[in-house]
């Protein structure tokens, strides 16, 4: 199974020896995690993680427990932030959350870090994996430090909606707010003013996108 999963996944899989692949199969297992479930906190060598179902969240947290989502990662998707052992030069601590019950195959980060260190290909393949990474993160910080609530909800809708092919998030106030880097109670404000705009429609069930077009030119 691991074997088919990598050699798709990983662009170095055919360069690298037979041996080592057997390694790095041999160090992998499924794990299913409910939701809400912590798979990796802090700077420990959780490892490489991909997603093969379900959703995870990406964030950090600071010391009086607030956090901010850098990223999500959804079914294909791939994270290196986890493994700190393999990427020494990189102390960025995040922890990771399943937002709804997920599986996902786990590479253990001590034995790609001990195949990486023969194969440059794996390093350079790390590395790239990371810096793509740190560019949402880059994203995620420009919205939050520069942007307006109204532009960094209506970017965060406007996402969704292409993401899951949908007009209907089915996701809370709450997790929108985590999303977006904001609090609950301003995150349903501005939805009761999109809402009064006619841009969207807010229930229980989530929310709806009414006008696409007024949402979109909001982004922009």
């Known amino acids: 199974m691991f074997e088919e999963i990598y050699s798709e996944l990983f662009p170095f899989w055919d360069k ?16 299913k995690y409910e939701k809400g479930t912590n798979l990796h906190n802090g700077s420990e060598c959780s490892g490489v993680i991909f997603v093969r179902s379900g959703s995870l969240r990406v964030y950090i947290m600071s010391e009086d427990g607030k956090d901010v989502t850098l990223y999500r990662l959804h079914t294909g998707d791939m994270c290196m932030l986890s493994a700190s052992c393999v990427l020494q030069s990189i102390t960025f601590e ?13 590479i253990s980060g001590h034995a790609f870090k001990q195949v990486s260190e023969r194969n440059p290909e ?18 995620v910080m420009q919205q939050i430090m520069f942007m307006s609530l109204d532009k960094r909800l209506a970017i965060f809708l406007h996402d969704e909606s292409l993401r899951i092919g949908s007009d209907n998030i089915q996701l809370t106030q709450e997790q929108i707010a985590k999303y977006i ?3 609950r109670e301003v995150v349903s404000r501005m939805l009761k003013y999109f809402a009064n705009e006619g841009i969207v429609e807010v229930s229980r069930k989530g929310v709806k ?7 979109r030119d909001l982004t922009l």
Do not use: P, Q, Y
Request: charged share 30%.
């Open 16 to 31: 690298i020896s037979a041996d080592d692949r057997t390694f790095i199969c041999d160090n992998s297992t499924v794990h």
């Open 94 to 106: 995040v922890a990771i959350d399943a937002e709804e019950d997920s599986e996902c195959c786990i």
């Open 122 to 139: 794996i390093r350079i393949f790390s590395l790239e994996t990371a810096v793509s990474r740190f560019s949402d993160v880059m994203w």
């Open 181 to 183: 880097g904001s609090a």
């Open 209 to 215: 996108i009414l006008d696409k077009k007024r949402l």
